[in-house]
């Protein structure tokens, strides 16, 4: 009986992970992991060229009359433009194998709690960019777009804009949201961890808010309606933020 229980606990002692791994062994692996999701997104970025006018359509749905009027300057210059949105959607769907690769490179290193913040993060981030996203695609993106086209006509200038310009603005309207849609999660896991405090947030609302507004310019066009729709909704984000960490954790100071 006593050697059946050292079999079963050297058994079980090698299934724990290797802490005292070389770094060598580190890079050996870590250099498969991104070898792997390299390959994955040539494949699947090479796939979604065949998809790539389905996915222009798409761009255009937020305002229609677009796409009778885009032009293009360069004569390789929608093609480029369907090799760029192929190689998002590459990436974009290789996005599930990254974070698998990406969870499975750092579990070892993590304690119990450290491990579920990590897996909560990764769901919640994700679930928050898909929000942001959507959010700009059928709200602010046509909103924005209308605005620019009737202010253009109303003083009596016909707007021809390039299926570069028009794709530049969509895409970083949807980027921008999606990330900005993570101020959420970045605030409540700042205060889990004691690095602000919720009272010290609410004391910097107006540092904060000036913050935000930085934020907004930088990663928005470079007009000051596109910066306001980002700004709108990143301040209300913000105060959302604090009412679910004065929830959660209430107003514990920051240690």
Same mark, same amino acid.
């Given at each position: 009986?006593?050697?059946?229980?050292?079999?079963?606990?050297?058994?079980?002692?090698?299934?724990?992970?290797?802490?005292?791994?070389?770094?060598?062994?580190?890079?050996?692996?870590?250099?498969?992991?991104?070898?792997?999701?390299?390959?994955?997104?040539?494949?699947?970025?090479?796939?979604?060229?065949?998809?790539?006018?389905?996915?222009?359509?798409?761009?255009?749905?937020?305002?229609?009359?677009?796409?009778?009027?885009?032009?293009?300057?360069?004569?390789?210059?929608?093609?480029?433009?369907?090799?760029?949105?192929?190689?998002?959607?590459?990436?974009?769907?290789?996005? +599930?194998?990254?974070?698998?690769?990406?969870?499975?490179?750092?579990? +070892?290193?993590?304690?119990?709690?450290?491990?579920?913040?990590?897996?909560?993060?990764?769901?919640?981030?994700?679930?928050?960019?898909?929000?942001? $996203?959507?959010?700009?695609?059928?709200? $602010?993106?046509?909103?924005?777009?209308?605005?620019?086209?009737?202010?253009?006509?109303?003083?009596?200038? *016909?707007?021809?804009?390039?299926?570069?310009?028009?794709?530049?603005?969509?895409?970083?309207?949807?980027?921008?949201?999606?990330?900005?849609?993570? *101020?959420?999660?970045?605030?409540?896991?700042? $205060?889990?961890?004691?690095?602000?405090?919720?009272?010290?947030?609410?004391?910097?609302?107006?540092?904060?808010?000036?913050?935000?507004?930085?934020?907004?310019?930088?990663?928005? +066009? +470079?007009?000051?309606?596109?910066?306001?729709?980002?700004?709108?909704?990143?301040?209300?984000?913000?105060?959302?933020?604090?009412? $679910?960490?004065?929830?959660?954790?209430?107003?514990?100071?920051?240690?």
């Amino acid at each position: 009986m006593k050697v059946e229980k050292g079999l079963i606990y050297l058994h079980l002692k090698s299934k724990e992970p290797n802490m005292q791994m070389p770094l060598w062994d580190h890079l050996g692996e870590l250099r498969k992991r991104m070898f792997k999701v390299f390959i994955a997104v040539g494949v699947l970025t090479g796939l979604s060229f065949f998809c790539s006018d389905w996915m222009l359509q798409c761009l255009l749905k937020p305002f229609p009359d677009a796409s009778q009027g885009l032009i293009s300057l360069q004569p390789a210059g929608v093609f480029m433009e369907s090799m760029r949105l192929a190689l998002i959607s590459g990436f974009v769907l290789t996005l +599930p194998l990254i974070l698998y690769q990406v969870w499975s490179f750092v579990s +070892p290193g993590l304690k119990s709690f450290e491990a579920k913040a990590f897996l909560i993060s990764l769901y919640a981030g994700t679930f928050l960019f898909l929000i942001g $996203v959507g959010f700009a695609y059928f709200l $602010v993106i046509p909103k924005a777009l209308v605005f620019f086209w009737d202010y253009s006509r109303g003083l009596g200038i *016909l707007p021809s804009w390039t299926i570069e310009h028009y794709l530049n603005f969509v895409l970083m309207f949807l980027l921008s949201f999606g990330l900005a849609f993570e *101020l959420p999660l970045v605030l409540v896991l700042m $205060v889990r961890f004691n690095i602000v405090s919720v009272q010290w947030l609410s004391q910097k609302r107006a540092h904060v808010v000036i913050a935000l507004a930085v934020i907004a310019a930088i990663l928005t +066009p +470079p007009d000051v309606m596109s910066q306001i729709m980002l700004l709108v909704p990143l301040w209300l984000l913000y105060e959302i933020s604090l009412l $679910v960490a004065k929830t959660l954790y209430g107003s514990s100071e920051m240690k």
